[in-house]
């Protein structure tokens, strides 16, 4: 079912791909463990207005069916969330971005609240959590074959490209930094799970690493910090393009199954 794809790690992490993995038996043994899942997004202004809706509609009908979620999204002040029907295993919660200077950087500030908010409330709520980019739409079952301690998705272009090609950041002063001949995949920054408390360690280390880099001059992005996060810890899970797939692309007869679609034209 999955023509020349990688399906495990050097580090014996899956990588999932549809027919990689036994729903039945993973629905079973979550069943009785009775979880509680937390799905976090970010989005303002026009970005919200464009994508937020779309996005919470597809994430209510393919995201975890049959369990307990939380959705945790942040907005600003002017938004209205949209009407969505309820049912006793979904629950709605928003939080107003901040007003502080880190509203010039829209991941940053997403990434800095969802810090905040999982060490005051969200780790008490959920078993996993992921945070994910508003623009998206879910297409497919998203299900529990998804759930693990630290949990990345491969990105949908560069996944296919190689190794060396891959946009790390190189500068050795960066705190993003991965030599020439080290990396293993190109993560994307649209999405990222796992356990609160894993999370939460991104999370400090992400902001650690941004704020060296802007104290140092430097620019680099977010999705760089990302892949210096998971280069230094591996992840348990891998996610595979079929989990994010950009629509800006043909897919190629290894993507035959989209479960999540996004749009690189536009950015949040």
Same mark, same amino acid.
């Given at each position: 079912?999955?023509?020349?794809?990688?399906?495990?790690?050097?580090?014996?992490?899956?990588?999932?791909?549809?027919?990689?993995?036994?729903?039945?038996?993973?629905?079973?043994?979550?069943?009785?463990?009775?979880?509680?899942?937390?799905?976090?997004?970010?989005?303002?202004?026009?970005?919200?207005?464009?994508?937020?809706?779309?996005?919470?509609?597809?994430?209510?009908?393919?995201?975890?069916?049959?369990?307990?979620?939380?959705?945790?999204?942040?907005?600003?002040?002017?938004?209205?969330?949209?009407?969505?029907?309820?049912?006793?295993?979904?629950?709605?919660?928003?939080?107003?971005? &901040? !007003?502080?200077?880190?509203? =010039? $950087?829209?991941?940053?500030?997403?990434?800095?609240?969802?810090?905040?908010? @999982?060490?005051?409330?969200?780790?008490?709520?959920?078993?996993?959590?992921?945070?994910?980019?508003?623009?998206?739409?879910?297409?497919?079952?998203?299900?529990?074959?998804?759930?693990?301690?630290?949990?990345?998705?491969?990105?949908?272009?560069?996944?296919?490209?190689?190794?060396?090609?891959?946009?790390?950041?190189?500068?050795?002063?960066?705190?993003?930094?991965?030599?020439?001949?080290?990396?293993?995949?190109?993560?994307?920054?649209?999405?990222?799970? &796992? !356990?609160?408390?894993?999370? =939460? $360690?991104?999370?400090?280390?992400?902001?650690?690493?941004?704020?060296?880099? @802007?104290?140092?001059?430097?620019?680099?992005?977010?999705?760089?910090?990302?892949?210096?996060?998971?280069?230094?810890?591996?992840?348990?899970?891998?996610?595979?393009?079929?989990?994010?797939?950009?629509?800006?692309?043909?897919?190629?007869?290894?993507?035959?199954?989209?479960?999540?679609?996004?749009?690189?034209?536009?950015?949040?």
């Amino acid at each position: 079912k999955c023509p020349d794809v990688i399906t495990k790690t050097d580090w014996l992490a899956p990588i999932l791909w549809e027919g990689t993995f036994d729903r039945r038996v993973l629905e079973k043994h979550y069943r009785r463990r009775n979880i509680t899942v937390g799905l976090a997004v970010f989005a303002t202004g026009r970005f919200a207005e464009e994508y937020l809706r779309p996005f919470l509609h597809s994430a209510n009908k393919h995201f975890l069916t049959g369990y307990r979620m939380i959705f945790y999204i942040t907005v600003d002040a002017f938004f209205q969330l949209p009407d969505i029907q309820p049912s006793p295993l979904r629950t709605f919660k928003a939080f107003k971005v &901040g !007003t502080e200077r880190w509203w =010039l $950087d829209g991941p940053l500030v997403h990434v800095k609240s969802l810090g905040e908010h @999982i060490a005051s409330r969200i780790r008490d709520e959920v078993d996993f959590l992921f945070s994910m980019a508003a623009n998206q739409v879910f297409q497919n079952k998203f299900g529990v074959e998804t759930l693990g301690p630290l949990v990345a998705q491969l990105h949908a272009w560069w996944y296919f490209r190689n190794t060396e090609n891959f946009p790390y950041e190189r500068r050795p002063i960066s705190a993003a930094c991965i030599p020439f001949g080290q990396g293993d995949f190109y993560y994307g920054s649209l999405m990222v799970g &796992g !356990t609160p408390h894993n999370i =939460l $360690d991104f999370i400090k280390e992400y902001l650690n690493g941004v704020i060296h880099d @802007i104290k140092n001059g430097l620019n680099s992005t977010s999705e760089k910090h990302l892949n210096k996060y998971f280069y230094l810890n591996k992840p348990t899970k891998l996610l595979s393009p079929e989990y994010s797939w950009d629509l800006a692309f043909s897919p190629p007869p290894q993507i035959q199954y989209v479960k999540v679609a996004h749009d690189s034209q536009r950015k949040l």
